[in-house]
T-cell receptor, first 114, second 113 residues
Framework: KAGVTQTPRYLIKTRGQQVTLSCSPISGHRSVSWYQQTPGQGLQFLFEYFSETQRNKGNFPGRFSGRQFSNSRSEMNVSTLELGDSALYLC?????????????FGSGTQLSVL | GESVGLHLPTLSVQEGDNSIINCAYSNSASDYFIWYKQESGKGPQFIIDIRSNMDKRQGQRVTVLLNKTVKHLSLQIAATQPGDSAVYFCAETFSGSARQLTFGSGTQLTVLP
């Protein structure tokens, strides 16, 4: 069974640009969450989607957005990139997002903003 | 906001010894806790979890202890192996936001030969 797949693996952008990251969850998983990981702030929750609906959102500015498609694949978008957006963006999936379900993480997309 | 914190940023142990990684949490509403392992270049990997109605749970070579009185969580790894070298994170959540995990800052475990 394939794991959580994130593309691209690495990305370099410049300030002011926008970026779209993609996540394919494990087959059968309908909940997808996104996290940002930086050396300074650690792992921080961005948002969670289930059945194409955003169920939960972390404390990030509106420049960070996401969506989920009918096949449970998810994308997140960051507009007007800032230097501080440089981070590892992790996607995680679970069956239905219920507490107690194991969360499976992808290897992440390393975003560098120059 | 409230967050989960770790007592030590780094831990070095001899191969074969037992490791203990500690975590302090501050949100008294948290009722579900998870330990993750993150190796270089990979995403966090689930190790073990525990609910607030338990104080101990055992897995294969790992044990998690929960002390709600002092809001403390620990991960014990028995007979530590070189493959255990990684960063370990504790995470917490509460029933109202099952998928919104709050992670600790992480502990780098290094296993010495």
């Amino acid at each position: 069974k394939a794991g959580v797949t994130q593309t691209p693996r690495y990305l370099i952008k410049t300030r002011g640009q926008q970026v779209t990251l993609s996540c394919s969850p494990i087959s059968g998983h309908r909940s997808v969450s996104w996290y940002q990981q930086t050396p300074g702030q650690g792992l921080q929750f961005l948002f969670e989607y289930f059945s194409e609906t955003q169920r939960n959102k972390g404390n990030f500015p509106g420049r960070f957005s996401g969506r989920q498609f009918s096949n449970s694949r998810s994308e997140m978008n960051v507009s007007t990139l800032e230097l501080g957006d440089s981070a590892l963006y992790l996607c995680a999936s679970s069956l239905a997002g219920g507490q107690g379900e194991k969360l499976f993480f992808g290897s992440g997309t390393q975003l560098s903003v120059l | 906001g409230e967050s989960v914190g770790l007592h030590l940023p780094t831990l070095s142990v001899q191969e074969g010894d037992n490791s203990i990684i500690n975590c302090a949490y501050s949100n008294s509403a948290s009722d579900y806790f998870i330990w993750y392992k993150q190796e270089s270049g990979k995403g966090p990997q689930f190790i073990i979890d525990i609910r607030s109605n338990m104080d101990k749970r055992q897995g294969q070579r790992v044990t998690v202890l929960l002390n709600k009185t002092v809001k403390h969580l620990s991960l014990q790894i028995a007979a530590t192996q070189p493959g255990d070298s990684a960063v370990y994170f504790c995470a917490e959540t509460f029933s109202g936001s099952a998928r919104q995990l709050t992670f600790g800052s992480g502990t780098q475990l290094t296993v010495l030969p």
